[in-house]
């Protein structure tokens, strides 16, 4: 099974300043054949249920704001927001779905400072 | 508009069983796979099980594997999960979830709102 490990667990960022969530995975996510990432990242309000912000470890979903962006590459992977919005305050998850069983890393929880 | 509608939830003793079903509509539906994620109160995120658009290859956790069988019916727009031979570990919220592809290597891009699952004497 591929393990992704999320760090940190829990972030606090000032309105307006950068958050940097850290995503690892125990094994290469990179497909050779198509040179695509297979990670994406989630993002969950407290009470709904998950939305997709990124795929292809870069691909930012249609309507998600360009201040989430993600990078990285094989095993070692990054979300960015550029700057923290109030509404950003959530929990965020990476994925591999590269191979099953399709693991989520633990979450990190995204606070105001 | 996307929808997914989970239903079927509920309180179940242990050693008991729960069908699980996911309406989906505002897309071809045996285009997607589908797959069924769950989380226990406060907890993250747990792939259970995906289904490719066909419905011909399936895919199990091994928590759940023997136990729990997904299954769709394209002519219903619908995604089911039978879950027998529950235990408490099995509590949680079960979310639908639509892959942006007919094969489950892809990502969740459509969510429903999810059902609760208690299982509990």
């Known amino acids: 099974d591929i393990v992704m490990t999320q760090s940190p667990d829990s972030l606090a960022v000032s309105l307006g300043e950068r958050a940097t969530i850290n995503c690892k995975s125990s094994?290469?996510?990179?497909?050779?054949?198509?040179?695509?990432?297979?990670l994406g990242w989630y993002q969950q309000k407290p009470g709904q249920p998950p939305k997709l912000l990124i795929y292809?470890?870069?691909t930012r979903e249609s309507g998600v704001p360009d201040r989430f962006s993600g990078s990285g590459s094989g095993t070692v992977f990054t979300l960015t927001i550029s700057s923290l919005q109030a509404e950003d305050v959530a929990v965020y998850y990476c994925?591999?779905?590269?191979?099953?069983?399709?693991?989520f890393g633990q979450g990190t929880r995204l606070e105001i400072k | 508009e996307v929808h997914l509608v989970e239903s079927g939830g509920g309180l179940v003793q242990p050693g008991g069983s729960l069908r699980l079903s996911c309406a989906a509509s505002?897309?071809?539906?045996?285009?997607?796979?589908m797959s069924w994620v769950r989380q226990a109160p406060g907890k993250g995120l747990e792939w259970v099980s995906g289904?490719?658009?066909?419905?011909?290859?399936?895919y199990y956790a091994d928590s759940v594997k023997g136990r729990f069988t997904i299954s769709r019916d394209n002519s219903k727009n619908t995604l089911y999960l039978q879950m027998n031979s529950l235990r408490a570990e099995d509590t949680a919220v079960y979310y639908c979830?639509?892959?942006?592809?007919?094969?489950?290597?892809?990502?969740?891009?459509?969510w429903g709102q999810g059902t609760m699952v208690t299982v509990s004497s």
């Open positions: 979830a639509r892959i942006a592809a007919a094969d489950i290597f892809d990502v969740f891009d459509i």
């Open positions: 505002g897309f071809t539906f045996s285009s997607y796979a």
């Open positions: 289904i490719s658009g066909s419905g011909g290859s399936t």
């Open positions: 094994q290469s996510v990179l497909y050779s054949s198509n040179n695509e990432n297979y």
């Open positions: 292809w470890a870069s």
């Open positions: 994925q591999q779905y590269y191979s099953t069983p399709i693991t």
